[in-house]
């Protein structure tokens, strides 16, 4: 029982961890990516990355970033 229960919370933590977003820079992405950041604000006009600001700031969810390469893979 107490090995089952330690995986079960290990479990539990990697889901948790997994429905917080990482937010991700416009550097960080280009550095992702490989691409400029003129390349990133062309991408975020034409729908291609979605863009979230939070002030003064531009962030990226990480898992978007992901999911858009993804597409243009296809």
């Known amino acids: ?3 089952l229960n330690k995986q079960f ?3 539990k933590s990697e889901l948790e961890k997994q429905k ?3 937010y991700l ?3 960080q992405v280009s550095e992702l990516l490989c ?3 003129p390349t990133i ?3 975020s006009k034409q729908g291609i990355l979605t863009s ?3 002030g003064s ?3 990226y969810k990480e898992n978007e970033v992901n999911a858009s390469v993804i597409k243009l893979k296809r």
Request: proline share 4%; hydrophobic share 40%; charged share 25%.
């Open 25 to 27: 820079t416009r550097k």
């Open 52 to 54: 979230y600001c939070i």
């Open 57 to 59: 700031r531009v962030l």
């Open 20 to 22: 917080t977003p990482k």
């Open 9 to 11: 919370v290990n479990f």
């Open 1 to 3: 029982d107490a090995i």
């Open 41 to 43: 604000w062309r991408y």
């Open 35 to 37: 691409i400029s950041l």
